[in-house]
């Protein structure tokens, strides 16, 4: 903890898709080692040769030693059976519904895992499809996407200042912008 850097920490990934490539190629650019887990066993071998991931059995990937733990592939996946299993300090992966139920995000918070929410996590995808509908270049929509650790800062603050779950943060910080805009939507009116 205490570092923004990336070299030297393990990341453990369930799931070697599209988004978990993206991901992986920026961890391995910033000095990350990988651990990378998925039901075909062509991607991870992918993975193993481009990145030097580690390969991990797909039900193994909860027993891994790793400092973050990035859910890529189904959702779902954060549950009784797998959260007591997580040994790393952060959950942030692109997987859509993690939680198996609501209840799941103060589990691993109570374990002191820190969870970012899959939609906040996922904002940058949101970002680019944006951007290319309004014509930015890439570069704008890096500049945008970086907004998200902001975001994740403003989430993890509200949540300690609360004393409530990461994903219960994530909604009211959610819920405020979209009253902020429907406000400023009828003043334009």
Known sequence: GGSDSLA???VAGLGAGKVAWCLGEHLHKEGAR???SDIDPEKVKRFVAEYGAEAVAPDAIYDATADVYAPC???ATLDDQTIP???AEIICGGANNQLAEPRHAEAGEKKGIFYAPDYVANGG???NIYG???GWTVQ???EHAEGIYATTLRVAELSRREKIPTALAADRLAE????AVAGLRRMVR
């Not at 405020?176 to 009253?179: G, L, P």
């Open 132 to 134: 290319e509908l309004q």
């Open 125 to 127: 995808g949101v970002i």
């Open 140 to 142: 704008q929509a890096h």
């Open 176 to 179: 405020e912008r979209i009253r």
């Open 73 to 75: 592939a189904l959702g």
């Open 85 to 87: 299993r997580i040994t």
């Open 8 to 10: 030297g920490k393990r």
């Open 34 to 36: 990988l651990l990378v």
